[in-house]
């Protein structure tokens, strides 16, 4: 067996990456919200791929009245009101 699929060695310690969250977008600061805080969207999901969901539930929060911008990933949702980005947690997924 070769090295390829081998962690690299650590001298036996442990080794975390931890990506922070971003502090600011598009030159704007991103506010997190409270975890209570929830925004619900309807959209038809059938047919569609999981990235192509995301672009629907980004297209239908921009249409909501109040929200400037949003993007949707699998982490976290942003929306952009006024001169802020909103974070809030990632998409829960709605039958």
């Not at 919200?33 to 995301?54: C, M, P």
């Not at 009245?65 to 976290?76: I, L, M, N, P, T």
């Not at 006024?82 to 990632?90: E, H, L, N, T, V």
């Amino acid at each position: 067996m070769g090295r390829r699929n081998r962690p690299p060695d650590c001298g036996g310690h442990v080794l975390t990456v931890c990506i922070m969250p971003k502090t600011e977008l598009d030159g704007l600061p991103v506010i997190e919200t409270d975890e209570s805080e929830e925004i619900t969207v309807a959209i038809k999901a059938d047919g569609l791929r999981k990235a192509d969901i995301q672009d629907a539930i980004a297209t239908a929060l921009r249409q909501q009245g109040g929200v400037d911008d949003a993007r949707v990933s699998k982490r976290e949702v942003l929306i952009r009101r006024g001169d802020q980005w909103f974070r809030y947690g990632a998409p829960k997924r709605v039958s």
